[in-house]
C-alpha cells in the first residue's frame, strides 16, 4: 500500500499567507510601489492638488528630451520663451490652423497663463523639412510624430513650442485624433478632425496636463460622475459634446505652473 506523499508547505497555487516569505528588498519595493499605485486609482482633492504642484503626478514632466542629433534639452525649458507658436503643413487649409489656435488660445486665458500664441500662416524655420521627413517613410500617407518633434528639437531647440496640423493619420498610434508632448513643446492635431474642442484638449495636454479625466478612476472631494467612462469632460480621451475643462484637470494644472513658478521663481500666472 502506497500512500500520498507528505508536505511540509503547500504547493505554490495554496497561497496562504503564513507561507509567503519576503526579501528585505522586495518589502522596500512594495512599501514603495503600493502608494504609487494607489494614487494611480483613487486619489483626494488636497492630495490631488499637491501632488501636482511638487509633482508627484506630473513627474513624467521632468527630465530630459533627445533631438535627432542627439542634443539633450530640459523637458518643459520652452516655458520660458512663454511662445506658442500655431501652424499648419503645407496643403492644411486655413480654417483648420484658425480653430486649433483659437483653442489653444482660450485655454491659456481659461488658466491665466503669460503665454502669446500666434498664429502663422506659413511654417517656421526648419519645419517644412521636418514634416516632409516625417511623413516620407509612408509616401504621405502617415505622420511619424516622434521622428517630426526629434527633428524640431534640432531646428528650434527649446525656444517656442508648437501646435502643427497635419493632412495625414498618425503613424502610432492610428486611430489618434492629436498627439502632444509637453517635455518637447509639441502638439499635433489631424487635419480631417481638428476642431476648437480638439484643440483645447490638445492644448491642456501641451500646457502640462498628461492624463485623461478617469486617471485617476476617482479623485474625491469633487462633483464626478461614478461611472469614469460616462463623465462628459475636455478632457476624456473619448470625444464627449461638452467642451469644458473639469474642476480635477483645472486645479492640477493650475498648481502645476504654480510649482514651476516656485521652482524657476518665474511668473507664469497673471
Do not use: C
Not at 6 to 32: A, E, I, N
Not at 50 to 73: D, L
Not at 161 to 167: F, I, K, L, R
Not at 213 to 226: A, C, I, Q, S, T
Amino acid at each position: 500500500m502506497t500512500t500520498a506523499p507528505h508536505h511540509d508547505t503547500p504547493p505554490w497555487y495554496g497561497m496562504h499567507p503564513k507561507y509567503l516569505r519576503f526579501s528585505p528588498v522586495t518589502k522596500v519595493f512594495l512599501l514603495l510601489a503600493l502608494p504609487i499605485v494607489l494614487l494611480s486609482v483613487v486619489s483626494v482633492k488636497p492630495l490631488w492638488q499637491w501632488g501636482w504642484r511638487v509633482p508627484v503626478y506630473a513627474y513624467a514632466q521632468f527630465g530630459t528630451v533627445t533631438s535627432a542629433q542627439g542634443k539633450k534639452f530640459p523637458s518643459g525649458a520652452w516655458t520660458q520663451g512663454r511662445r506658442l507658436l500655431v501652424y499648419g503643413a503645407p496643403k492644411v487649409d486655413a480654417k483648420s490652423v484658425a480653430l486649433a489656435a483659437d483653442g489653444l488660445r482660450s485655454m491659456v486665458r481659461e488658466l491665466g497663463l503669460k503665454l502669446s500664441v500666434e498664429e502663422l500662416a506659413v511654417p517656421p524655420k526648419g519645419a517644412a523639412a521636418a514634416l516632409q521627413v516625417a511623413t516620407a517613410a509612408s509616401r504621405g500617407l502617415s505622420f511619424d510624430f516622434d521622428a517630426f518633434e526629434q527633428r524640431r528639437l534640432d531646428d528650434r531647440g527649446m525656444q517656442y513650442a508648437e501646435m502643427v496640423v497635419v493632412p495625414a493619420q498618425f503613424k502610432d498610434p492610428s486611430w489618434a485624433w492629436g498627439l502632444t508632448n509637453y517635455p518637447a513643446g509639441l502638439s499635433v492635431l489631424q487635419q480631417g478632425e481638428t476642431s476648437r474642442d480638439l484643440g483645447r484638449h490638445e492644448g491642456t495636454h501641451l500646457l502640462g496636463y498628461d492624463k485623461h479625466d478617469d486617471m485617476p478612476l476617482y479623485v474625491f472631494g469633487y462633483r464626478e460622475g461614478w461611472v469614469p467612462a460616462e463623465r462628459n469632460t475636455l478632457m476624456m480621451l473619448l470625444p464627449k459634446t461638452s467642451d469644458a475643462l473639469s474642476d480635477r484637470a483645472h486645479d492640477a494644472l493650475l498648481n502645476f505652473w504654480r510649482g514651476k513658478e516656485a521652482r524657476e521663481h518665474e511668473k507664469y500666472l497673471e
